[in-house]
């Protein structure tokens, strides 16, 4: 099979923009609660929340909302904002952000979100990319990276800094703004201007590109997904809200945002999206359902099976795993009209361990979800099946900043595990002769920002080349295989995709990532690094002492680990596609070694080129 497409659920946007859906919804419900913020201390504080404690969540009605974003659509205003001008916010995930989105395209103006970790270049190009008006930051750090680089920006006029007040500082300036010109500006707007220039993470070339997004790319995108999966976001309790954790500069974060106040969703925001900092938020937040990327599921699997080796239970959750598993490919093959669904023997196992283990996970997660939701690269199919078995069913699906999101989802009760689904309704997708996958749809932006020629090279007769590579099953599921960039070439002629290889090592609980090289060399190599809890776990229980993992990398018994696992990898594959030789890296790839992107994925080219000596002598030693 080489196209597929679904017919549209909701049709596009006809008039207007997206702020006007703050307006409409306070209009209809305005005490629903829209946000449940959580107020950190003072300098995040607005002047409703100044006299709360901290480190609770406190509800922020439609009504309200509404009348937040339309006192700083006047402070914006006030300060020369005008209609059609950038706006750029580099911030974590917070309500500021949501605030600030909002306020911005009510004025008519376009959001450019900018990551609070982009480095001093990365924040020169891009707002000399998009000649911003204005600048809106998180923090003095980030104040200082903008001061340095906005030099030539002959348009910006202001740097609002969230922590030291500037929403309060907005409103105040704002007061004498009549409402009239705010609504006027805001009939102005049009579905198919341009609400965002959403950057790419810059996994390639020297630059990341600007993604133009209109309001009708993002209001499709959102209505289809919330209309269509409505059931999945929804709790039992009928309530349906979810945490945004993601980088809302990223376009996943960024549409979980736009979705929530959008179509009536309970928002919460986290700005931290380490376990250690995510986990208590989802404790006390209690989402309807979790929308993650593959990461934070990967951390929760290894950390509860920590946890039950620590305590001497090991054998018992693995058990419980393998009985997970099995009850959910059982579930699996029985949607599919191919099996009758779990035995009673297979029943009876897994009533006994959901108290024991799989209820533990789902409190984990908040204890009210029953679904999930992951996007930004594919979860594993062990994995799928592991949290289905263990009552939270994981919906995955694919996109692009192009997208707007995502283009392919698993369909309601249909879901297929490995897979990352059939094309949203209103999307087509079709498969080239060299596996490239090309999408087409009323969710697909206008082009790159100041880059005609790159927009010309991506789209194929009105279709987007995505760049990735996959092919559809028999019943139309999209299974990616990997990036055309990233093929490697080895001097013997033999083409590797590194994804599976790469995905088969990350499975051993100590191998954090992996990266395959081998372009024009006689045979695939690794370069590997590992999970710090789980060295200094096995470190624990094998009675060495505490050492950091560049002291251990060439632990006899832990190599000996790691080629175990290279060598079960390798079972899945050719000699000619084999990992031949690795090495362990002494620390993670991060966001802060410039390693990987700001949504997860690995830069390979900054990594193979930081690492040419290591890969140099992994062919030069053998």
Sequence with gaps: MRDISSPRLVEPLASGGL???????ALETPDFVQVSRRVEGPSTQGPSTQELPAQEW???TAAEFRDDVLAVAKGLLANGIRFGDRVAVMSRTRYEWTLFAFAVWTVGARIVPVYPTSSAEQVRWILHDTQVSAVVVENEDHAMTVGAVCDGLTLLSRIWQMDSGCVRQLMEEGTEVPDLLVSRHRSAVRPQQIAAIV????TTGRHPRGCLITHRNLAHECDTLVTGWRSILTGADGERSVLSFLPTAHVYGLMVVVAAIRCGIRLGHQPEMAPESLLPALAT???SCLIAVPYIFERIFQQARRNAELAGKLALFDKATSVAVRYAEAVERQQQGKGPGPGAALKMQHALYDHAVYARIREVLGGRARYAVSGGSTLRRHLGLFFAGA?????????LSETSGGCTAQPVGAVKFGTVGRPLPGNSLHIAGDGEIWVHGDNVFLGYMNDPEATRAVFRAGWFATGDLGYLDEEGYLVITGRKKDIIITSGGKSVAPLALEEELQ???LVSQCVVVGDNQPFIAALITLDPEAVAHWQKLTGRPQSRIDQVTDDRDLRALIQRAVSRANSGVSRAESIRA???LPREFSLTN???TPSLKLRRHAIVSAYAREIKDLYTQR
């Design 19 to 25: 702020a006007d859906s703050v307006f409409q919804v």
């Design 58 to 60: 406190y509800p922020v």
């Design 199 to 202: 950057y790419t993470s810059g």
């Design 285 to 287: 937040f209690r989402p």
């Design 391 to 399: 009552g939270i069913t994981v919906y995955d699906g694919y996109g």
């Design 507 to 509: 499975d051993d609980p």
């Design 582 to 584: 690795f090495r362990i």
């Design 594 to 596: 410039g390693m990987l």
